[in-house]
């Protein structure tokens, strides 16, 4: 079955380094991969979504995922982070938008 | 893109009652779903809801737990049913929709914060 598999529970990064957020698909492709947002208190939001259609997708708020096929990674990026970035954040993958499967998450915290 | 509402946003509740949730678009859709967020997990897909059709449940949620109505295009509800301890979840709604990026998207509504004593 496929699966995500996120590595980190919790990064915590200083304001203005940069953000690395891991995540792994299992072997076969799947059409579509994802990352979402979750805010505080807030539901989900979708950060970008790749579609084989370019292996960097640019995504809201400065953030970008590259998709790997030889490393079966999607890792999510942001060069310069800041406190606002600070929620949980979700990797899955998907059949359109309808199937998702999600990754276990990762807290991601910002230090000032 | 859609927005959605949900209530109640949150509630305490006594083991062996049952809870229904509501959730609304503020547009027309197909498609529906219902995810459980357990304490400190991922989401988990519970039913797909489409209007005019019975829900179709994923593996481990049966409907006698999770009885899920879709009257309409824009409105649906979920009940948790004879809650108990383990039900203590956030229970969010989504729908397919096209975004403002040109591709189908799911988007969630805020959740409903369940907890059972």
């Known amino acids: 079955a496929q699966s995500v598999t996120q590595l980190g529970s919790h990064v915590s990064v200083s304001e203005g380094a940069l953000v690395l957020l891991r995540c792994n698909y299992s072997?076969?492709?799947?059409?579509?991969l994802f990352w979402y947002v979750q805010y505080p208190n807030q539901g989900l939001q979708l950060l970008l979504k790749?579609?084989?259609?370019?292996?960097l997708v640019k995504g809201i708020n400065g953030f970008e995922a590259e998709f790997k096929k030889s490393e079966t990674s999607f890792h999510l990026t942001k060069p310069s982070a800041h406190m606002s970035d600070a929620a949980e954040y979700f990797c899955?993958?998907?059949?359109?938008?309808?199937?998702?499967?999600f990754g276990s998450g990762t807290r991601l915290s910002i230090r000032p | 893109s859609a927005v959605i509402s949900q209530k109640p946003s949150r509630d305490i509740c006594q083991r062996g009652t049952s809870l229904t949730i509501q959730c609304q678009v503020d547009s027309q859709v197909t498609m529906m779903f219902w995810y459980r967020q357990q304490p400190g997990q991922s989401l988990t897909l519970i039913a797909t809801a489409n209007q005019g059709s019975e829900a179709t449940y994923e593996s481990g949620f049966v409907i006698d737990k999770f009885p899920i109505s879709r009257p309409n295009l824009t409105f649906s509800t979920l009940t948790v049913s004879n809650m108990s301890p383990e039900d203590s979840s956030i229970y969010l709604c989504?729908?397919?929709?096209?975004?403002?990026?040109?591709?189908?998207?799911?988007?969630f509504g805020p959740g409903t914060r369940l907890t059972v004593l």
């Open positions: 072997s076969s492709v799947p059409p579509y």
């Open positions: 899955a993958v998907g059949w359109g938008a309808s199937k998702i499967i």
């Open positions: 989504s729908v397919e929709e096209v975004g403002n990026r040109g591709y189908n998207e799911q988007f």
């Open positions: 790749y579609t084989s259609a370019a292996t």
